[in-house]
């Protein structure tokens, strides 16, 4: 399935935002997801599924003003 | 008057220097820089990271080391959705419900625009945020802010990263005199002590920088001398200043001066 994941084009096996971040390497991160400008919760990942053509975003804590 | 402490929402803060942490030389420096400033509160955002890099957690580290509350900020944003979903993303990962509101309305001036800032205000304040606006010096929407559930005000002295102080001086004493019980803040736009001086001698409560430190050429030397500057302004408010005077008035007492029986002006 074809997603966007922080503005990047890719191509996932996953079907949940939980299996999502195991996949791309972020499982054992601290992070904050939204899907399609929607915040989902941490708990809520497991049960967030994902379609082709989402816009994932995963961020983590950085600098700033 | 007695100086009272600087509370805002239920909190007290005993440095009135609130600093960002963005834009260091190194880690280093900024731990540095953050311990010199006595700042008890550092701003902080949420960006896009690789799933493989290392960057944010280790930045996140050092934040927590040095034991300083964070404002997380929604730098960037672009609208009040993108805003509000941001805000909701840090209160998770920073664990705080404390949040610096920004939306931004110009890429030119990052002038904040003000009418998606009161909106999203609105929202994140019934959500259960204590939000932090960056807004500009404009009288009706700190009304407005305040009105949204606002329990402190940002003002900037100058846009974001320009070092030009207290652009509209009368503006920000009218909004202090307008507001003397709402805790003000000024964000933005200074660039040395003096101007943090300035701000503290209006009588607003504390000030807001980030790049005036970690962009010196010592960044902990200035944030240091930022210290100095925010509390010796802040003692000058309490103090009570002098007004301004058109003319002279000699300092030294006129009473028994030498020869005032003969020197006479024609």
Redesign the interface.
């Given at each position: 399935m074809q997603i966007r994941v922080?503005?990047k084009a890719h191509e996932v096996a996953a079907t949940t935002l939980a299996a999502l971040?195991a996949e791309?390497?972020?499982h054992d991160?601290?992070?904050?997801?939204?899907v399609n400008?929607?915040?989902v919760?941490?708990v809520d990942r497991p049960s967030t599924p994902l379609n082709p053509g989402d816009a994932v975003?995963?961020?983590?804590?950085?600098?700033?003003? | 008057m007695q100086d009272t402490p600087f509370e805002v929402y239920g909190s007290t803060l005993a440095s009135r220097l609130l600093i960002g942490t963005a834009q260091y030389p190194s880690p280093a420096v900024l731990a540095e820089a953050v311990r010199a400033s006595g700042a008890e509160l550092v701003t902080v955002s949420l960006r896009r990271e690789a799933g493989k890099s290392r960057a944010g957690e280790s930045f996140w580290n050092l934040v927590r080391d040095l034991g300083v509350k964070v404002l997380p900020n929604t730098a960037g944003c672009r609208s009040v959705k993108e805003a509000v979903t941001t805000a909701e993303m840090a209160r998770e990962v920073f664990a705080t419900d404390w949040i610096k509101l920004e939306v931004i309305g110009d890429d030119d001036l990052l002038q904040p625009d003000v009418f998606g800032l009161v909106e999203a205000a609105g929202i994140l304040s019934r959500a259960g945020f204590k939000v932090f606006p960056y807004t500009t010096e404009d009288l009706l929407v700190a009304e407005k802010l305040i009105g949204a559930g606002c329990e402190v005000l940002m003002p900037w002295g100058a846009p974001i990263g320009s070092g030009r102080g207290l652009n509209n001086v009368f503006g920000l004493q009218a909004l202090r005199k307008h507001f003397p019980s709402v805790p003000l803040i000024v964000d933005a736009g200074i660039g040395t002590p003096a101007h943090a001086a300035a701000a503290m001698e209006l009588g607003y409560d504390a000030v807001l920088l980030n790049t005036a430190i970690a962009k010196a050429g010592d960044p902990v030397m200035m944030a240091r001398a930022f210290a100095r500057a925010v509390e010796a302004g802040r003692l000058g408010y309490c103090a009570d200043p002098i007004p301004p005077r058109d003319m002279a008035e000699p300092s030294t007492p006129q009473i028994g001066r030498a020869f005032s029986d003969l020197s006479k002006r024609a």
């Amino acid at each position: 399935m074809q997603i966007r994941v922080n503005g990047k084009a890719h191509e996932v096996a996953a079907t949940t935002l939980a299996a999502l971040l195991a996949e791309l390497d972020y499982h054992d991160k601290l992070v904050a997801t939204a899907v399609n400008q929607s915040f989902v919760r941490a708990v809520d990942r497991p049960s967030t599924p994902l379609n082709p053509g989402d816009a994932v975003e995963i961020l983590v804590p950085r600098q700033g003003g | 008057m007695q100086d009272t402490p600087f509370e805002v929402y239920g909190s007290t803060l005993a440095s009135r220097l609130l600093i960002g942490t963005a834009q260091y030389p190194s880690p280093a420096v900024l731990a540095e820089a953050v311990r010199a400033s006595g700042a008890e509160l550092v701003t902080v955002s949420l960006r896009r990271e690789a799933g493989k890099s290392r960057a944010g957690e280790s930045f996140w580290n050092l934040v927590r080391d040095l034991g300083v509350k964070v404002l997380p900020n929604t730098a960037g944003c672009r609208s009040v959705k993108e805003a509000v979903t941001t805000a909701e993303m840090a209160r998770e990962v920073f664990a705080t419900d404390w949040i610096k509101l920004e939306v931004i309305g110009d890429d030119d001036l990052l002038q904040p625009d003000v009418f998606g800032l009161v909106e999203a205000a609105g929202i994140l304040s019934r959500a259960g945020f204590k939000v932090f606006p960056y807004t500009t010096e404009d009288l009706l929407v700190a009304e407005k802010l305040i009105g949204a559930g606002c329990e402190v005000l940002m003002p900037w002295g100058a846009p974001i990263g320009s070092g030009r102080g207290l652009n509209n001086v009368f503006g920000l004493q009218a909004l202090r005199k307008h507001f003397p019980s709402v805790p003000l803040i000024v964000d933005a736009g200074i660039g040395t002590p003096a101007h943090a001086a300035a701000a503290m001698e209006l009588g607003y409560d504390a000030v807001l920088l980030n790049t005036a430190i970690a962009k010196a050429g010592d960044p902990v030397m200035m944030a240091r001398a930022f210290a100095r500057a925010v509390e010796a302004g802040r003692l000058g408010y309490c103090a009570d200043p002098i007004p301004p005077r058109d003319m002279a008035e000699p300092s030294t007492p006129q009473i028994g001066r030498a020869f005032s029986d003969l020197s006479k002006r024609a």
